[in-house]
């Protein structure tokens, strides 16, 4: 996957880079895996936005993806690779031998014609999705589950992936690109290789108006604001604050830890992936 960069015709395509979708291959989606995406705008259901900097952009239909994989040992063939506007990774259309289609996410490597299976009979290979007791050590792995027929839940973005480390005690452990490292039950299924896009995180915006095309309205500085509007705001001339970072009802912004070392789920890190 390659990043094109623009000739600098104006000073927004000097910084403006897009990615290469040479990997996909068509512009229609599979219309009855469409569904209309409501738009909220950062509103609750009282009007009141509880999310900021949301609004406008394109309309959108979400694509319906199969992570759960739970087509068992019937093999499928990959019909198309197609562009989500939901998520930064690219997603396949597989088609079963039974007739049935799905859409599944996209690997680094597949194109069309790639034949995908899941279930306990499935070989080690590319888009192949099976319990993690199956997959042998040093396989990078993604759409991993947590629990067990929920679905995947972890690595599922453009270029995630994680690496098969270790297996005991009916558990496996799991290192992602973090350093982090976790503990996953054996049972939970999780699909080989690396999710495609890879070079997503490398893309430069450039302009306004594409994150306005985005759904992203302008985020305003804190010290821009007045007293009344932001606790950061005010001051004679331009000042920097002064205080911590704050949010605009008060929390700290920066550092502050907020995840709850009690709940369940923490007793699964081996290792986090700050020191």
Partial sequence: MAIKQYRPMTPTLRYKTTTVYDQITTDEPHKPLLVPKHRSSGRNNRGVITVRHRGGGNKRFIRIIDFKRDKF????????????????????????????????????????????????????????????????????????????????????????????????????????????????????????????????????????????????????????????DHPMGGGEGKTSGGGHPVSPWGQKSKGLKTRDPKKPSSKYIVRRRTK
Avoid: W
């Fill in 73 to 228: 040992n019937v093999p499928g063939v990959v019909e198309t690779i197609e562009y989500d506007p939901n998520r930064s990774a690219f997603i396949a259309l597989v088609k079963y031998i039974d007739g049935e289609r799905r859409y599944i996410l996209a690997t680094v490597n597949m194109k069309v014609g790639h034949k995908v299976m899941s279930g306990d009979k499935a070989e080690i290979a590319e888009g192949n999705c099976m319990p993690l007791a199956n997959i042998p050590l040093g396989t990078q792995v993604h759409n991993i589950e947590l629990r067990e027929k929920k679905g995947g839940q972890i690595a599922r973005s453009a270029g995630a992936y994680a690496e098969v480390v270790a297996k005991e005690n009916k558990m496996v452990q799991l290192k992602f690109p973090s350093s982090e490292v976790r503990n996953v039950r054996e049972t939970c299924v999780a699909t080989i290789g690396q999710i495609s896009n890879h070079d997503h995180m490398n893309i430069k915006i450039g302009s306004a108006g594409r994150k306005r095309h985005m759904g992203i309205r302008p985020t305003v500085r804190g010290v821009a604001m007045n007293p009344v």
